[in-house]
């Protein structure tokens, strides 16, 4: 047996886990609870029971499901007019059918909520027969005149209301009636509208929709002369429902759309008037790639369950039935933590077992049964059903995250000091240590000079003059024995790139070997014999690199570039073998070895081959450019890469542009590129120490480092990059904010308190100090001890001062020594007895005082530490 | 593949955690030993209806959230990490919008907008009473009601610190209004600054945090259906005019907008704008000086549709390193920037319910364990074979 299209479904609503389908023939289905025997791999998605058929009525033209709760029963209106009612057991009886007078289809039918038995049936329009008819089924066949209603109409929908028996009937495509039945006459009560091919009323009992095409139209039941609100929306509506464990979410299904519109229905109520608004929002079922595969198109029909919260079966493409929660919706919002905040309406479920579904009954204030109803499941039950998945589609984009770099690193106090050890303790990137190390490398006589400076290019006089000002020596080297090569290398000498030399890093020729064996330490091995090739060693770099061979766990690389440079002829290699050379250099993975043999074969004058090897340092390219271009190939070559270095954001450009706009443009770009303002900031705050410090650019970066310093909370680690600058504006110092005056005469104490380091006797400083130098009247006294400000409290608790009496002056003093008071009542006292006070107390010490000065600051008072 | 779990009842944090055999997982095993990528912290609202927004204070330590429950909740972190709802009043006779917090520099103040035409100003203050528990008894006080819109105010934001104590509004009639509290001492004095009208009806703004290239820079969304033209505009203030004028429209993007925001900059020489729309659109701004001299925005629209529905929300985290938007459908996807600079989407937070994970060849086993599906296929043809009887 072979069902076919399904045209419909629906849930029994006072079974939970039953529903029927209908189309060719009517069935009925158990949702199976999940403990039941493990899923077939053949039927996957199955976890129903089908239970029985009712085959009498084919092509049903409306199936309703009743409101009965000691059996599933359903009424099933046929094309022909035909009424039957199955309660799919006892196949054959008789009286459970009711045919009309004349031959019409049936539109529509409805269940009593209230009164389980009574049917309405609506029919099309026969003449002047009646399109409605009541039937209590318990009373068999209608035939009294009281169960027929509209004459001469056709019937188009019908809903009855939820708290009075009364029906709501839409009619003739042109009005809404009102049959009141709790008369016998019933009365009638019309409005005009064309909104009737459906009806429905909200869980609350007051509001209706109805709905004609595209328009969906809201009324209010008690007052149904004017409509609340009109819905109109781009498409056509093929059935609408309210959620039942809503309030008021209204739903829409529209023809051929994979789409369910939610509107959710809402009212501003003031003193005398009711507003009536709409949230909406649309969501498809089905997973979003199937969307454009054309797998499920459309959703066809939709049943809210009627307990379970949002919950919903759908039937999609008219085959296939899918049991339907809405999304929880999750919310989140970006803090400055690196836990992800997700705020939930209310909690996720625990898996819909039985037990747990009739717990849960159908409620005004969903909310609060089922957060009871699922804590107390979740603590028993960890199914994946009650948990969020995260799904990494692409996890190594969560490695490294920047946020919580930096903020590990102002922990780790980076940047305060930068010197070379500090670095390697730090959570640095290599290239950000490197960076940092050239930097330091560079800064000397508290400035940041740079290559470019130190040659003297760009500063107001052209090069030739320059080159003449500055007495460079051109030497010509002879190449060392062993090595055949004919070109002649030229290399250039003068103090300013001997200074160049060293800021890249490179030593001077006297120093040249402990340089190197420094390197060759530092297991830098393919470095130290680069620089040794540089310098025309070959035959020491041939020794340092068989030596690293024995080091090596694949020394196989550094064995062969021995054997070819000890036998090296560069001559023997030149013309065609040069392309042999550049692709032979495409597989030597080591870019300084690379760079070893480029520069043995180069062709005269061209080091191109070196001088953009992108795997050596920029220092060693710089420093290599000093010591073999010409002048003006030298220029070119700083400016070129100062270029590049803006580019791409490279911060070891800085080594040639040093503190100058060039240096902000390269921090700029580096900014641009890795939004890291910790760096750029720290540099800034660390090289940038001259004029430039109080470019825009810098002090923006500065002030927005120190704001998410702030923001974390990290107040010392501010207050420390705050003295560090403080030191920088040297010239602009901030005037001092607060003045000790005395009360009496208004002259200052402070000078006073400045004074006090001044080695003499301790008994009598402390004298002096607690009055005012100038009036001798008493200075203020703490509020708790009652000593007089500048008293040593630490005398007066006893304990013995560890210090000598001359550093024990007002500077050494710990800061829970200090005086503080309340900005609003002026009381205060030592910082120690304050912090004391208002850990118990919330109130001012000062008696009669009701200065509550601790709570001024608006953050909680679990926050603050015990700062003393 | 990670599952989080419930630890208590009222504020559950989650922890990553490892689950089943299948093969994804045992993709992930070497690497969740490592390291956590991040924690998920679900809290349970609380609220009696839609959540509509939530947001932190400067410190992290603070949020704010409203609803269409007509109440704003505000929930304190604990010496555990745990959150709390530590004030809660029904602050309008409408769903409210937006919330937004004032610069603590400020006092802990803020914002509020509903439909019912009007935002508030709220501040906290320290109660008068003592209590017994020697905790400061703290309540919310209106500070102002601002009702110069006529029709739902829709969003609500304070302007950066520097500008000092502003507040920018937008409203369904398409009015931007920014109002200034000219005594920060005074919070009950909010004289309108400026008045900006569109043609379209407004749903969002973002005010960019940013002093580079144009000062008070402010965007702002529609969510009109109608009109096929574009749908978030740029505002900035205009040092001729004396007052905020509309610089530019982002005709990219067409389609009803629910947010837009800013990245925070800390000092980028161009501003990312995130816009919830129908898809998901990260929109770079630069200023570009031409030849006149005058400096012109250059805007560039990426358009990335793997949410499938509507974009409803999107925040950035602090150093924009990271971008957070949530759909229609209720999922959370995360955003990061590969390599190359260009933004991917790196994962997928989905509450149980929010939309099925299936397949629809013949699933593993595996699959159906650890799938959180919520929605079953009922082949029915294949039912009706089993059936005994027939």
Known sequence: ?868 | MFTVQWESRSVTVVRAKESGESKTTTYWKNKSHEKKMFDVEPIIADHKDVIHDVVFDYYGRRMATCSSDQTVKIWDEDAQGKWSVTSSWKAHSGSIWRVSWAHPEFGQVVATCSFDRTASVWEEVIGEKVSTTNTPTRRWVRRTTLVDSRTSVTDVEFAPKYLGLLLATASADGIIRIYEAPDIMNLSQWPVQHEIANKLPLSCLSWNTSTYMVTQLLAAGSDDSATPTGKVFLFAYSDNARKCVKIDTVNDITDPVTDVAFAPNAGRTFHMLAVASKDLYIVNLRGVTDSTGTTKLDIQTVKFSDHNCPVWRVCWNMLATMLISTGDDGCVRLWRMNYNKQWRCAAVLKAEGSGPTYEPAPPTPTLAATASATAKFYKKGTIGNQVPWH
């Not at chain 1, 050494?812 to 007895?833: L, M």
């Open chain 1, 1 to 868: 047996m072979m069902s076919g299209n399904i045209h419909g479904l629906s849930w029994f609503p006072n079974f939970p886990d039953k529903f029927v389908s209908w189309g060719q023939e009517i069935n009925l289905y158990e949702v199976r609870s999940k403990d039941d025997a493990p899923l077939k791999s053949r039927l996957p998605y199955i976890s129903v029971n089908y239970l029985a058929n009712e085959s009498r009525y084919q092509y049903a033209r409306c199936v309703a499901a009743s409101y009965h709760s000691h059996q599933p029963i359903i009424a099933v209106g046929l094309a022909d007019g035909k009424i039957g009612i199955c309660n799919f057991r006892d196949t054959y009886d008789s009286s459970w059918e009711y045919t009309p007078r004349q031959q019409r289809m049936c539109t529509c039918l409805a269940w009593n909520e209230l009164d389980a038995n009574i049917l309405a049936i609506g029919h099309d329009r026969h003449r002047s027969d009646s399109c409605i008819t009541i039937w209590d089924t318990e009373r068999g066949v209608p035939k009294e005149t009281a169960n027929f209603f509209g004459q001469a109409e056709s019937a188009n929908s019908l809903c009855w209301d939820r708290n009075h028996r009364m029906l709501i009937a839409g009619m003739s495509q042109k009005m809404i009636k009102l049959f009141d039945l709790r008369q016998n006459n019933a009365t009638c009560q019309s409005i005009q509208t064309k909104t009737v091919q459906g009806l429905s009323v909200a869980p609350n009992g007051n509001d209706l929709c109805s709905y004609v095409d595209s328009i969906i139209m809201l009324w209010d039941v008690r007052s149904i002369k004017q409509p609340l609100r009109q819905i109109q929306s781009s498409r056509n509506h093929l059935q609408i429902a309210w959620c039942p464990t809503r309030n008021s979410l209204l739903s829409s299904l529209q023809r051929d759309s994979p789409y369910i519109t939610l509107y959710d229905i809402r009212t501003v109520e003031n003193e005398n008037s009711r507003e009536i608004y709409h949230v909406k929002r649309q969501i498809s079922p089905f997973p979003a790639k199937y969307h454009h595969s054309g797998k499920f198109a459309s959703v066809n029909c939709l049943s809210w369950h009627s307990r379970d919260f949002e919950r919903a079966l759908l039937l999609a493409d008219a085959v296939n039935i899918l049991d339907f929660r809405l999304p929880a919706t999750l919310h989140t919002a970006h803090s400055n933590r690196r836990k992800l905040p997700l705020l939930m309406q209310r909690p996720l479920y625990a898996p819909a077992s039985p037990t747990s579904t009739t717990a849960a009954t159908p409620t005004q204030q969903p909310t609060s049964s089922c957060s009871l109803n699922s804590a107390s499941s979740s603590n028993l039950d960890y199914s994946p059903h009650s948990a969020l998945n995260v799904d990494f589609l692409v996890p190594e984009l969560f490695e490294l995250d920047l946020v919580d770099e930096t903020r590990q690193r102002a922990l780790e106090d980076y940047g305060i000091k930068p010197d070379n050890k500090r670095f390697a303790e730090l959570h640095l990137t290599p290239y950000l240590r490197n960076v940092w190390s050239t930097l330091n490398n560079v800064y000397c006589d508290e400035q940041l000079s740079g290559v470019k400076s130190a040659l003297g290019i760009n500063l107001g006089h052209t090069s030739e003059a320059l080159m003449a000002s500055s007495r460079i020596e051109s030497q010509l080297l002879q190449w060392p024995d062993g090595i055949n090569n004919s070109n002649k290398l030229v290399c250039y000498k003068s103090e300013q790139r001997d200074h160049a030399l060293q800021l890249c890093g490179w030593a001077l020729e006297y120093e040249l070997e402990r340089f190197i064996d420094q390197l060759y330490d530092n297991k830098e091995y393919s470095r130290a014999a680069m620089i040794s090739v540089f310098h025309l060693k070959i035959m020491h770099a041939c020794g340092i690199l068989s030596a690293a061979a024995d080091k090596m766990r694949d020394p196989s690389m550094y064995r062969i570039t021995v054997i070819a440079l000890s036998s090296f002829n560069a001559d023997r290699c030149s013309s065609t073998s040069r392309n042999q050379r550049s692709s032979a250099n495409m597989q030597i993975q080591d870019p300084h070895l690379r760079a070893i043999f480029s520069f043995l074969t180069m062709e005269k004058d061209n080091f191109e081959a070196v001088l953009k090897e992108e795997g050596v340092s920029l220092a060693d390219r710089m420093a290599f450019a000093c010591k073999y271009l010409s002048e003006t190939k030298l220029t070119d070559y700083v400016k070129q890469q100062i270029q590049a270095a803006i580019d791409c954001g490279d911060l070891n450009g800085l080594l040639l542009t040093g503190e100058s706009l060039d240096g902000i443009s390269i921090l700029q770009s580096y900014m641009d590129v890795s939004f890291d303002v910790q760096t750029v900031a720290l540099v800034a705050i660390n090289y940038f120490r001259q004029e430039h410090f109080t470019d825009k650019r810098i002090q923006y970066w500065i002030a927005s480092y120190l704001d998410y310093l702030n923001s974390w909370g990290l107040w010392e680690k501010r207050a420390e990059l705050d003295i560090k600058i403080e030191g920088i504006r040297s010239s602009a110092r901030s005037s001092r904010t607060v003045y000790l005056s005395c009360n009496f005469c208004g002259k200052p104490v402070s000078n006073a308190l400045l004074d006090e380091p001044r080695p003499r006797s301790t008994t009598t400083s402390t004298n002096r100090l607690s009055s005012c130098p100038s009036c001798r009247k008493p200075l203020p006294r703490c509020s708790l001890c009652l000593m007089h400000m500048g008293t040593m409290i630490n005398m007066s608790n006893g304990e013995t001062p560890s210090t000598t009496p001359e550093v024990q002056g007002w500077q050494t003093k710990p800061f829970s020594k200090w005086f503080s008071w309340c900005q609003t009542c002026r009381h205060g006292g030592h910082t120690e007895h304050i912090m004391q006070w208002f850990k118990q107390n919330s109130e001012c010490p000062v008696s009669s005082c009701n200065c509550r000065c601790f709570d001024m600051d608006g953050s909680k008072p679990n926050t603050l530490r015990d700062i003393s």
